[in-house]
């Protein structure tokens, strides 16, 4: 499931997106005070931005230079500006889409998409030149199919294997788990849930120092799971 932060200073663009949310799988937060959603920042990660550009050019473009600094997620910024100057300065300044306003509900949603695509591409071509994946401590020989935890070689089974890769691939991205037995296990999540939390177990005994104090594979209480590209205890 996606997290998208939109930083909005009233509520026209959340009302427009809000009952189309589940259709893409998307979790949606809105804040409308700038301050606050840069204190979010630092506390969780969301894999897009939504900005309300709409406000005069001396705040938009320090703020979204600010977005850039603290955040490495796609921002699509929303805003009336449709002269090609003032589109290449929002660009410039750090977004990476700019939405029109009106908006148009259906359009906002496939740049949404295509901007997280782009960011899942980028995430999963971060093999090394010999096919490996290193991520934590961890080292994922893609090529011979095998797994080594600080330099270790952990035997694991072959869903385990597939799982920890698919979570390595996407870092800091919260997975529900039948998402997880979709895209893993390449099957509808009826009655499969159970499996992934199982299989979840069973990679954090072999790849947590702590396994009751997971640090690499976290827990997202009540959404899923997802890969810690920095430590946290859960």
Known sequence: MWNILLIEKGDESSRLLFPKLPLYDMLLQ???????????????QYDLLLLDGDSTEEELLP????LRRMCDAPILVITKKTDEADVIRILNAGADDCLSRPLRVG????RMRAALRARERYAGSELMADGSLERR????????????????EKR?????????????????????????YREVWNDDAVGGTATVTVHIRKLRDKIEERPAEPTIIGTEWGVGYLFLNEEKKW
């Open 137 to 152: 401590g961890i080292r994922v020989d893609t090529v011979h199919r095998r797994v080594f935890v600080r330099h270790r």
């Open 107 to 110: 359009e906002a949603f496939a």
């Open 30 to 44: 809105r804040e409308s005070d700038s301050s606050a959603a840069l204190v979010l920042l630092t506390e969780r």
């Open 156 to 180: 694991l089974t072959r869903r385990e294997y597939d799982l920890l890769l698919f979570l390595m691939r996407h870092p800091d991205r919260v997975y529900t788990r039948e998402e997880l």
């Open 63 to 66: 703020y979204l230079e600010q």
